[in-house]
Nanobody
């Protein structure tokens, strides 16, 4: 059974940093794209960042460019999201996702077959 399990969420003040991690199990994702999405209350799930299988290509949503960095460790079957300069509008549940294919393809959330259960990030002003 494929599982993606996120960790690292929490409460942080505006301007602070958090690092999210997603551990995959049930299969290897070393040749798959992985990424992060988020969903705030009352809003649609939003693309945050994706990374291709070898880390050579990354994509970011406009609202997080320059502040968030996605990375992966294929030996550990994990993907991480370093979030700096956090803003209250970054408050959301953050979801890990994965699919075979490219990071660009994964940036369309409708194409992702694998999802984690989500981790809450709350940024206070």
């Amino acid at each position: 059974q494929v599982q993606l399990v996120e960790s690292g969420g929490g409460l942080v003040q505006a301007g602070g940093s958090l690092r999210l991690s997603c551990a995959a199990s049930g299969r290897t994702f070393s040749k798959a794209a992985m990424g992060w999405f988020r969903q705030a209350p009352g809003k649609d799930r939003e693309f945050v960042a994706t990374i291709n299988w070898n880390g050579g290509s990354t994509y970011y949503g406009d609202s997080v460019k320059g502040r968030f960095t996605i990375s992966r460790d294929n030996a550990k079957n994990t993907v991480s999201l370093q979030m700096n300069s956090l803003k209250p509008e970054d408050t959301a549940v953050y979801y890990c996702a994965a699919r075979d294919g490219t990071a660009w393809e994964l940036s369309n959330k409708k194409t992702a077959p694998y999802w984690g259960q989500g981790t809450q990030v709350t940024v206070s002003s």
